[in-house]
């Protein structure tokens, strides 16, 4: 059994007020919730946390300060391990930065790599969001790099009787009705991006989870064999991450609130209260099956939790 943790966009160097939020954002806040990450680890050496998961916009903007303070912040009991999001990769030498201020984000000094975990292969691939890769400014043009693409396939073809999670920044499917309540799915990323995955659960039925960051939303959308989660932002009220228990038999999610552990008040939008999903998309039991009936295609696209 392996226990980790996964957050995404903690927007370290935010500006209060300013940027793309769901909820209130308090990313000046990030020492103290991490700090009560921690102690919410501590309290609970049983779990034997493995590592942390980052899905991406670690930073709100890169420059050697930024990285600076992230290695320190982000220095916690556990690993963490970092799929770049876009605002990780604000500026052209956002790599090279990266890999040299801060290396021990990446395991195997790769910037897509693989951790193994109890019967489970946990992949991270960086989106790419512009025809110059590894950089964003304004696109919203998500995509793998062929590279990127051969590699992860290369890595699900490898290993056909272990269960694979992949982890990517970008979010691969909106946000259904169903938790909404709006009239159209929400946030929806472009075609060509979804046939992506379409492809790969196609392929490859050994993909049983997909993460993804980006939206600041929680949700979960099954699609045939493959489980799409995305995370709301760890630096948005009421702070939240997922704990995720895997086994050779078994995938378990739950989403926890760090709001009891913190001492400073923060404001909520009870407007959006979907932002937090329903009670399946915050968590669910997953029995995996990497062969027979149960892998197969079927094509029942989209299907909400």
Same mark, same amino acid.
Request: negative net charge; glycine residues 8%; contains cysteine.
């Given at each position: 059994?392996?226990?980790?943790?996964?957050?995404?966009?903690?927007?370290?160097?935010?500006?209060?007020?300013?940027?793309?939020?769901?909820?209130?954002?308090?990313?000046?806040?990030?020492?103290?919730?991490?700090?009560?990450?921690?102690?919410?680890?501590?309290?609970?050496?049983?779990?034997?946390?493995?590592?942390?998961?980052?899905? =991406?916009? +670690? #930073?709100? &903007? *890169?420059?050697?300060?930024?990285?600076?303070?992230?290695?320190?912040?982000?220095?916690?009991?556990? %690993?963490?391990?970092?799929?770049?999001?876009?605002?990780?990769?604000?500026?052209?030498?956002?790599?090279?930065?990266?890999?040299?201020?801060?290396?021990?984000?990446?395991?195997?000094?790769?910037?897509?790599?693989?951790?193994?975990?109890? =019967?489970? +292969? #946990?992949? &991270? *691939?960086?989106?790419?969001?512009?025809?110059?890769?590894?950089?964003?400014?304004?696109?919203?043009? %998500?995509?793998?790099?062929?590279?990127?693409?051969?590699?992860?396939?290369?890595?699900?073809?490898?290993?056909?009787?272990?269960?694979?999670?992949?982890?990517?920044?970008?979010?691969?499917?909106?946000?259904?009705?169903?938790?909404?309540?709006?009239?159209?799915?929400?946030? *929806?990323?472009?075609?060509?991006?979804?046939?992506?995955?379409?492809?790969?659960?196609?392929?490859? %039925?050994?993909?049983?989870?997909?993460?993804?960051?980006?939206?600041?939303?929680?949700?979960?959308?099954?699609?045939?064999?493959?489980?799409?989660?995305?995370?709301?932002?760890?630096?948005?009220?009421?702070?939240?991450?997922?704990?995720?228990?895997?086994?050779?038999?078994?995938?378990?999610?739950?989403?926890?609130?760090?709001?009891?552990?913190?001492?400073?008040?923060?404001?909520?939008?009870?407007?959006?209260?979907?932002?937090?999903?329903?009670?399946?998309?915050?968590?669910?039991?997953?029995?995996?099956?990497?062969?027979?009936?149960?892998?197969?295609?079927?094509?029942?696209?989209?299907?909400?939790?």
């Amino acid at each position: 059994m392996t226990r980790f943790l996964y957050i995404a966009d903690t927007h370290l160097g935010a500006v209060q007020g300013q940027g793309y939020c769901q909820q209130p954002r308090y990313a000046q806040r990030l020492p103290a919730l991490l700090d009560a990450l921690t102690r919410w680890m501590e309290a609970r050496p049983e779990l034997e946390i493995s590592f942390v998961l980052h899905g =991406g916009d +670690m #930073v709100d &903007s *890169v420059d050697p300060g930024a990285l600076r303070q992230a290695g320190e912040v982000f220095r916690l009991p556990v %690993p963490v391990c970092l799929s770049l999001g876009n605002h990780d990769l604000t500026s052209r030498d956002a790599v090279e930065l990266w890999r040299t201020v801060v290396p021990c984000l990446f395991p195997q000094g790769r910037l897509a790599f693989t951790l193994e975990c109890d =019967g489970w +292969m #946990v992949h &991270s *691939v960086p989106t790419q969001w512009c025809d110059e890769h590894y950089y964003w400014e304004e696109a919203q043009q %998500p995509h793998l790099s062929v590279e990127d693409l051969a590699w992860l396939e290369a890595a699900l073809a490898a290993h056909p009787d272990m269960a694979h999670l992949v982890c990517t920044h970008g979010a691969f499917v909106g946000v259904p009705t169903a938790q909404t309540g709006f009239d159209t799915a929400y946030h *929806v990323p472009p075609v060509a991006w979804t046939a992506t995955l379409l492809r790969l659960i196609r392929c490859y %039925p050994q993909l049983k989870v997909v993460f993804g960051g980006h939206t600041h939303i929680n949700s979960h959308v099954r699609i045939t064999q493959a489980h799409l989660v995305t995370a709301s932002a760890f630096v948005e009220t009421p702070f939240e991450f997922k704990l995720v228990e895997v086994t050779p038999e078994r995938f378990t999610l739950e989403t926890v609130s760090l709001l009891p552990y913190l001492s400073f008040q923060a404001g909520y939008d009870w407007n959006r209260t979907f932002v937090q999903g329903r009670g399946c998309d915050r968590g669910f039991v997953a029995t995996v099956q990497t062969s027979g009936p149960a892998s197969r295609w079927t094509g029942d696209f989209g299907s909400s939790c």
